[in-house]
């Protein structure tokens, strides 16, 4: 069989994938996108575009884990021998949205285990929503933080009255800003101030705070 850029293609059963060989992928098609080297005992090698079935159907896991590796699961390099010819179901520009769809849902898996929190905490909004995510973040924190919380301020502006480095207790959380997001009440020097919580950090340990408030920090900079 002699395979070309743009041949429609199905995997044949009992093929394993071949990073880590821990699940099957016959069934899956796509589109051949680029032939690469022969190699003598496997044949030619191609590059597979998979299809929009394809791809609502893969798993989960496998997506995530290829995102926290920075590889791709929109395309997988086969040898023809495992491949079998068949009629396209699907547009190129079907596939390019489902993959657009796909990157947005799966976008904070590259991040690891943060990632995969926020993404829970975010599930179903627009990530360009900031007034809804901001909204979303100030009643998780409320419901889930612990107060008080020692914390040290990690960056400070110049005209900010908590110089970068100092200790600070929150108490509380307060409201949200359009330019720094979710501000919270902290204690310093026996002073209550409204200071910006993607300011401020809080000791490495296993403590829910810990978690909760890394992952907002996280998430507001890379947003």
């Known amino acids: 069989m002699e395979l070309k850029t743009g041949d429609s293609v199905r995997v044949k059963a009992g093929v394993l994938e071949p990073d880590t060989e821990e699940f099957e992928i016959g069934?899956?098609?796509?589109?051949i996108v680029e032939t690469n080297t022969t190699i003598p005992a496997e044949g030619t090698l191609?590059?597979?575009?998979?299809?929009?079935?394809?791809?609502q159907h893969?798993?989960?896991?496998?997506?995530?884990?290829?995102?926290?590796?920075?590889l791709g699961w929109e395309l997988m390099i086969l040898s023809e021998q495992d491949l079998e010819k068949v009629v396209s179901?699907?547009?190129?520009?079907?596939?390019?949205?489902?993959?657009?769809?796909?990157?947005?849902?799966?976008?904070?898996s590259s991040f690891g285990e943060e990632g995969i929190r926020i993404a829970t905490v975010l599930e179903g909004i627009d990530r360009n929503d900031e007034k809804t995510c901001f909204a979303t973040w100030h009643g998780h924190l409320a419901s889930k933080l612990s107060f008080p919380i020692k914390a040290v301020v990690s960056e400070s502006e110049e005209n900010e009255?908590?110089?970068?480095?100092?200790?600070v207790t929150l108490t509380s959380l307060s409201t949200i800003n359009n330019r720094y997001g979710i501000l919270v009440t902290v204690n310093w020097k026996d002073r209550h101030y409204e200071f910006p919580l993607c300011d401020l950090e809080v000791p490495d340990d296993p403590s829910e705070n810990y978690f909760l408030l890394t992952d907002y920090v996280v998430w507001f900079a890379n947003r």
């Open 161 to 167: 009255l908590i110089p970068e480095g100092e200790k």
């Open 46 to 55: 191609v590059s597979i575009e998979w299809d929009v079935e394809t791809l």
């Open 27 to 31: 069934g899956w098609q796509g589109r």
């Open 58 to 70: 893969m798993p989960a896991e496998y997506i995530i884990q290829s995102e926290i590796e920075g």
């Open 89 to 108: 179901r699907d547009s190129v520009s079907d596939v390019k949205k489902m993959q657009e769809e796909l990157s947005e849902k799966y976008y904070w």
